[in-house]
């Protein structure tokens, strides 16, 4: 079945420990995309690629990195400089990531990271 | 600045009637429009889209309509089903856009 996949479900991280959410998609999507969810809130653009190799940052990058060496995955990084990591993330993707995506972005089931 | 609003966080409606959820936006660039539906602890589930050229879409139960001149989209269930039950989200995109921007949602609750 094609899909995204994103481990673990739930995650616990001590303060000031660096933390890799895991986000993999089957669909042979070019572009992809992490989102930050926080109670009451919409969800917040925190970095997105076009491409493989190619990544830009969203409305909320400071403190997270990513990468994107393989069309597949698209790994965030939660950083210690990120002051409030704890969250509910979404990694999604679309078929398209030109400079007009139409495409509809399909979403993972999300990671709740809670920072103790 | 949230360019993106729904101003209804929760919403109650019986089994079988008419769920309306409301979206308005700021941002007269933006020129494609979705919805999204969540569960708790789930990512969201696209369910229905419009893009600018048009006033009105429909895919079975749910139609989303479009009014350009007030910024404003409502997105019609009908007959409400408890399955029906979660949070909608509006998004929408400009054509520079690269990602969405969306609404807080609305948490709609079907009651039997």
């Known amino acids: 079945d094609g899909g995204i996949t994103q481990s673990p479900k739930y995650l616990f991280r001590k303060e000031g420990q660096n933390v890799t959410l895991s986000c993999e998609q089957n669909?042979?999507?070019?572009?992809m995309y992490w989102y930050r969810q926080d109670p009451g809130q919409g969800l917040r653009l925190i970095y997105y690629?076009?491409?493989?190799?190619?990544?830009q940052k969203g409305d909320i990058a400071e403190g997270y990195s990513v990468s994107r060496e393989k069309k597949e995955s698209f790994p965030l990084t939660v950083t210690s400089a990120q002051k409030n990591p704890t969250a509910f993330y979404l990694c999604?993707?679309?078929?398209?990531?030109?400079?007009?995506?139409?495409?509809?972005?399909?979403f993972g089931p999300g990671t709740r990271l809670t920072v103790l | 600045d949230q360019q993106v609003k729904q101003n209804s966080p929760s919403l109650s409606v019986q089994e079988g009637r008419i769920s309306i959820l409301n979206c308005d936006y700021t941002?007269?660039?933006?020129?494609?429009f979705l919805w999204y539906k969540k569960y708790p602890a789930e990512g969201p589930t696209f369910l229905i889209s419009?893009?600018?050229?048009?006033d009105k879409n429909e895919d079975g139960r749910f139609t989303v309509f479009l009014n350009k001149s007030a910024k404003h989209l409502s997105l019609h269930i009908v007959p409400s089903q408890p399955g029906d039950s979660a949070v909608y989200f509006c998004?929408?995109?400009?054509?520079?856009?690269?990602?969405?921007?969306f609404g807080k949602g609305t948490s709609l609750l079907v009651t039997p």
């Open positions: 999604a993707s679309s078929l398209s990531g030109g400079p007009r995506s139409t495409d509809t972005q399909y």
């Open positions: 669909l042979n999507h070019d572009a």
């Open positions: 690629s076009q491409i493989v190799n190619d990544f």
């Open positions: 941002n007269s660039m933006f020129d494609y």
């Open positions: 419009i893009s600018s050229i048009k």
């Open positions: 998004a929408a995109s400009d054509y520079s856009g690269y990602a969405l921007n």
